[in-house]
């Protein structure tokens, strides 16, 4: 397991990296308006990632995570290509909703929608990976890209646009889906996307509907701040994110292998379930407060060397937003235990409830204390929900007991 989790912390640290490079790159070159155009693509990203994860990647870790390699490979072959199925078509959407726009900002949806496909299929690669066990791979995965991302941003600097930037992140994303290809020697079927949605469906839809709660959320927030105290904000509250960025790369990284760890849990101990999702959960906050304590005591000199003219607003919200992160970092613990007992029902109302929460604490905070507002209200908001997880595992385990799940076909 230790092997597993830190091939985990190791691949998300070079994700992040990337993610972290490009965020920075785009703030230093381009100014806090054009970064505000840049994060309203980002955001929008995130929510097409969590219908991807939702209908391909998550339902493969949960269901083929450490079974026989021929019933992964068919898995994952099906798995891909409803990831490059939902990039195509959600990508040709972007496109034409940005060509109709015009703008910067119709002009970095255009551009989205043609980096989709190839953003999509990379992140299916480094899921399929851990679901066999494999987190080298995916970690050498993320590395190719962020080694293609280094002459793209080179190129999307001297054409300073946000458009080159969004280009530029979706071609080296490109390179990585490509190379994932070679290391897995699996071709994606679009065509059989169809039928793992269907045979997922149980798990699938709900998660789709979760994880597009958890996007769709930040990107309400994103839009409504923006409406209420102007794009700028946008960039201000992605600084911030970028200053935890280390951290996230950790509690992400995690992610990617916690699911599959509490499932092995369950099949091999389920009694020690409850303390895995504890002493992970614990954990993770624990963390989340020491990293931002450290922020604290960056000095401006360095914080203007990294986010530039960005800095000064972003410090303002680093204590609200390191308290929301420790908070949303304990009822992940939560959700991985709720995740490996497949109860997708539970977790589907967790999420209604938490982005219903969210959504609320930050835009009733911007409304009336602006961006500073707006944090404090997310960190509140997150707080509320963790509880609600950390409820329904209970209840999850507590019926887990008295009836006892049989074990989970694998087509």
């Not at 899921?127 to 050498?140: C, N, Q, T």
């Not at 793209?152 to 071609?171: D, I, K, P, Y």
């Not at 793992?196 to 409504?224: C, H």
Request: proline share 3%.
């Amino acid at each position: 397991m230790a092997g597993r989790l830190s091939w985990g912390l190791a691949d998300q640290a070079a994700s992040s990296a990337t993610n972290f490079v490009v965020g920075i790159y785009v703030a230093r070159s381009l100014g806090l308006a054009a970064f505000g155009v840049f994060s309203l693509a980002w955001v929008t990203f995130g929510v097409v990632l969590g219908v991807s994860r939702g209908l391909a990647t998550d339902p493969l870790m949960v269901r083929f995570s450490g079974v026989p390699e021929a019933s992964w490979r068919g898995a994952v072959a099906r798995s891909s290509g409803t990831a490059l199925g939902v990039g195509v078509a959600v990508g040709a959407v972007c496109l034409a909703l940005g060509l109709g726009l015009g703008g910067s900002v119709g002009t970095a949806f255009a551009c989205l929608g043609v980096a989709l496909p190839g953003l999509l299929l990379q992140d299916a690669w480094r899921f399929s990976f851990f679901a066999a066990g494999a987190g080298r791979k995916a970690f050498v995965n993320d590395v190719v890209m962020g080694v293609a991302l280094v002459p793209a941003m080179v190129v999307a600097a001297r054409v300073g646009s946000v458009a080159a930037f969004v280009l530029a992140w979706g071609a080296s994303a490109a390179v990585a889906a490509g190379y994932g290809y070679l290391q897995s020697g699996i071709r994606p079927r679009p065509a059989g996307a169809r039928a793992w949605t269907r045979e997922q469906r149980d798990l699938g839809y709900r998660y789709l509907v979760e994880n597009v709660g958890v996007s769709g959320a930040g990107q309400l927030r994103a839009y409504g701040l923006g409406a209420i105290v102007g794009v700028s904000a946008v960039g201000v509250v992605r600084g911030a994110e970028l200053l935890l960025g280390p951290f996230l790369a950790v509690l992400m990284g995690l992610s990617l292998v916690t699911v599959a760890e509490a499932a092995r849990v369950l099949r091999q101990a389920p009694h020690r379930l409850r303390a895995f999702c504890l002493l992970l959960g614990g954990g993770q906050a624990a963390a989340a407060l020491l990293w931002g304590a450290a922020l604290l005591l960056v000095p401006d000199r360095l914080g203007e060397a990294v986010l530039g003219g960005v800095w000064h607003a972003a410090s303002e919200l680093i204590v609200p937003a390191t308290l929301g992160v420790a908070a949303a970092s304990l009822g992940t613990g939560a959700a991985a235990g709720l995740r490996a007992l497949a109860a997708a029902r539970r977790s589907l109302r967790c999420q209604l409830i938490a982005s219903t929460l969210y959504v609320g604490g930050g835009l009733g905070g911007a409304v009336v204390a602006g961006t500073v507002g707006s944090a404090w209200g997310v960190a509140a908001a997150t707080l509320g929900s963790s509880a609600v997880w950390w409820l329904e595992l209970r209840s999850a385990l507590r019926e887990h007991h008295q009836n006892p799940l049989p074990e989970v076909r694998t087509p």
